[in-house]
C-alpha cells in the first residue's frame, strides 16, 4: 500500500546540470501533478497530466518539462537547472479532479 | 484570478484552547475547496473537500465550515499532535484541473 513514491529524496545539483525525478503510483489514479513548495509561499502548480499520454502547464512551467508515458509514472525533467529551481517537489495524483494524494517531497537544491 | 489568502500565518494554542483558522479565497465559481494537513518534512495529507455555502464537514476535533468567500477550520480542544500546517485550496470552474493552494497556516499546539 505505497500510494505515490518519489525519488529521490534529496539532490544537489551544479547550475546547469540536468535531472530527472520520478513520480510512481499504485491507485490507478488518471490525475497526476507536480508541484513546487517555497517557504511562505503556497504550492504551485509546475505540470500536471489527466491521462497516460497526456500534459499539460500549470502556473509555473518554465524551465520544466514531464512526461507519462505510463499511467502509474510522471517524470519531472529539469534540463538546465538554476538557482531558482531549488525548492522542495511534490507530486500528487488523484482519481479524479479531487483530494490528491501527495507523495513525500524531493528536496532539490541548486547551487 | 484565482486567489487564496490564509490566515493567522502562525497560531499558538494551549492543549485544550480551541480556536479557528481562515482561508479567505477568490476564485471564478468554486467546484471545490479543500484542506490539508502537512506535518514536516512531509507532503499534504488530505482531509475535507467543501462543495457549496452552507456544507459542513468534521473528522475528530476539526470541522471546515464554508461560506461563499472564506472557509474556516475549527479546531475544537486541540492536542499537541494537532501541531501542523494546515492548509487550503480551491478549484474553479474556469481554471480546468488547476488547484490553488494556500501558504498555509502553522499550528501549535503546547502541552
Known amino acids: 500500500n505505497a500510494g505515490v513514491t518519489q525519488t529521490p529524496k534529496f539532490r544537489v545539483l551544479k547550475t546547469g546540470q540536468s535531472m530527472t525525478l520520478l513520480c510512481a503510483q499504485d491507485m490507478n489514479h488518471e490525475y497526476m501533478y507536480w508541484y513546487r513548495q517555497d517557504p511562505g509561499m503556497g504550492l504551485r502548480l509546475i505540470h500536471y497530466s489527466v491521462g497516460e499520454g497526456t500534459t499539460a502547464k500549470g502556473e509555473v512551467p518554465d524551465g520544466y518539462n514531464v512526461s507519462r508515458l505510463k499511467k502509474q509514472n510522471f517524470l519531472l525533467g529539469l534540463e538546465s537547472a538554476a538557482p531558482s529551481q531549488t525548492s522542495v517537489y511534490f507530486c500528487?495524483?488523484?482519481?479524479?479532479?479531487?483530494?490528491?494524494?501527495f507523495g513525500s517531497g524531493t528536496r532539490l537544491t541548486v547551487v | 484570478e484565482d486567489q487564496v489568502t490564509q490566515s493567522p500565518e502562525a497560531l499558538r494554542l494551549q492543549e485544550g484552547e480551541s480556536s479557528s483558522l481562515n482561508c479567505s479565497y477568490t476564485v471564478s465559481g468554486l467546484r471545490g475547496l479543500f484542506w490539508y494537513r502537512q506535518d514536516p518534512g512531509k507532503g499534504p495529507e488530505f482531509l475535507f473537500t467543501?462543495?457549496?455555502a452552507g456544507e459542513e464537514k468534521e473528522k475528530e476535533r476539526l470541522k471546515a465550515t464554508l461560506t461563499k468567500k472564506e472557509s474556516f477550520l475549527h479546531i475544537t480542544a486541540p492536542k499537541p499532535e494537532d501541531s501542523a500546517t494546515y492548509l487550503c485550496?480551491?478549484?474553479?470552474?474556469?481554471?480546468?484541473?488547476?488547484?490553488?493552494f494556500g501558504a498555509g497556516t502553522r499550528l501549535f499546539v503546547k502541552a
Open positions: 467543501l462543495y457549496s
Open positions: 485550496a480551491v478549484q474553479g470552474i474556469t481554471g480546468g484541473f488547476k488547484t490553488i
Open positions: 500528487a495524483s488523484s482519481p479524479d479532479t479531487y483530494g490528491y494524494t
